[in-house]
């Protein structure tokens, strides 16, 4: 009652806002329903506007209605047409691939990857190349990033193709306005490096966004990764760093303030010893210690762990030891994970991939003695099938992840 009175006594101001609430109200809806059409052609691959009908539970006038907006939009297209049941010809459509394109980069210790696919999710460029995150200054890695993603995009723009938007994976806390706040393994604290990126790409009419790679990866794996669809997994990053990536009830989970999924940072007890996860059983722990040295050459990465697994085929037993430890760590921390959130599988990204022959058993052996639900609780521990390319092509994928959630693009000259 006292809510009728209170909206009564409003007067003209009362009845604009609430026209104003009912007009959000039914662009909520329309939102939802272009990208509840578009989810569906999507999954379906071709299909005509009365296969939508009958799938979507949507009336035949309304998803004409938002075919032909997703049509004038660039989003989808008509492509050929079949005979229907009583001899029409039914016009078949498709996400449309033709015109725009999102780019994703990952910056890391050692090297910078970028991954551009169109609407359909289809790679249009892969590349990745050399970069000295650890030794260079945060401007430096700024000239970068912004130096590879403007060759991508006038390669783009040549190909007639508009940028969605430009989203950037880091090995960093990441807050929700997109600051790094800690990436220790870059030198970064509080930077804002969305801004400084869109300063160096002189304000783009695109968006520029700022991610924590684990997260990226699992939106990765999620779309595109063998085990895609699943709706509760952890991505584990496997670079010199060790994060996760949390998806869990089919949604990407960071959690209050942006931080969620530290894994290497979990306790675990091996062999007597306490120590974080990623102490354990991070790239970088195997590079010291089977290297012997202080720290590690950053720059080379890559062909360290080459050389790990060539000794490791050759049998050399302390190879194997310290892979099988880690192996261990691994799954210890995997077993505190399975018992908090009973992901049904656990992804092991990066550098992980190469080195999962001694890695995979050892985990899978300590997590099934150590995890308190029967079974695992159903867990399986997998390796990527994306592997270094996951954080960046997530990147990417997450600006499509956008439209088909119903915010739709404008082709440029409208």
């Known amino acids: ?34 990208g509840f059409v578009l989810r569906q052609v999507r999954v379906e691959g071709r299909c005509s506007r009365a296969d939508l009908a009958a799938k979507t539970g949507l009336n035949k006038a309304t998803v004409s209605s938002l075919v032909a907006e997703l049509i004038e939009r660039r989003v989808l297209r008509e492509s050929g047409s079949v005979i229907g049941n009583i001899g029409r010809p039914a016009v078949l459509l498709s996400v449309d691939s033709g015109y725009y394109a999102s780019i994703g980069v990952e910056v890391n210790v050692d090297y910078m990857a970028l991954v551009a696919v169109d609407l359909a ?9 050399a970069h000295d995150g650890a030794g260079s200054s945060a401007g430096r890695s700024v000239s970068a990033i912004a130096g590879l993603a403007k060759r991508a995009v006038d390669k783009m723009d040549a190909e007639g193709r508009q ?50 790679d684990a997260n990226l990866g699992a939106v990765a794996e999620q779309r595109f990764g063998a085990w895609a669809d699943m709706s509760n997994m952890i991505y584990l990053t496997g670079e010199i760093g060790l994060g996760a990536g949390l998806i869990i009830d089919g949604e990407l989970r960071r959690g209050a303030a942006g931080f969620a999924g530290e894994f290497g940072n979990l306790f675990v007890e091996i062999d007597g010893s306490i120590g974080r996860v990623e102490d354990l059983a991070s790239i970088r722990t ?24 060539t000794r490791a085929r050759a049998g050399e037993d302390r190879v194997i030891a310290v892979l099988e430890r880690m192996g261990r760590a691994l799954g210890a921390g995997i077993a505190l994970a399975v018992d908090l959130l009973n992901p049904e599988v656990v992804v092991l990204g990066g550098h992980y991939q190469a080195l999962s022959p001694w890695l995979l058993p050892a985990a899978e052996a300590e997590l099934g ?46």
């Open 369 to 414: 003695s150590r995890a308190f639900a029967p079974e695992s609780g159903g867990v399986e521990v997998v390796v990527s099938s994306l592997g270094h390319e996951a954080p960046a092509l997530g990147a990417a994928t997450g600006i499509l992840n956008d439209i088909d959630a119903g915010r739709m693009p404008t082709p440029l000259g409208r």
């Open 1 to 34: 009652m006292a809510m009728r009175i209170a909206a009564k006594s409003a007067g003209p101001d009362g009845d604009e806002a609430l026209r104003r609430a009912k007009r959000a109200d039914f662009t909520d809806v329309r939102a939802n329903n272009l």
């Open 163 to 212: 940028i969605l938007g430009l989203a950037v994976a880091v090995p960093s806390m990441i807050d929700h306005k997109g600051v790094v706040r800690n990436a220790p393994r870059l030198g970064w604290t509080d930077f804002d490096l969305a801004s400084r990126l869109r300063s160096a790409m002189r304000d783009p009419q695109y968006a520029v966004s700022v991610d924590n």
């Open 121 to 129: 999710g289809n790679r249009l460029l892969s590349w990745r190349r």
């Open 286 to 309: 195997a590079l010291i210690e089977l290297s012997e040295a202080e720290d590690i050459n950053s720059t080379e990465v890559e062909a360290e762990v080459e050389d790990i697994v």
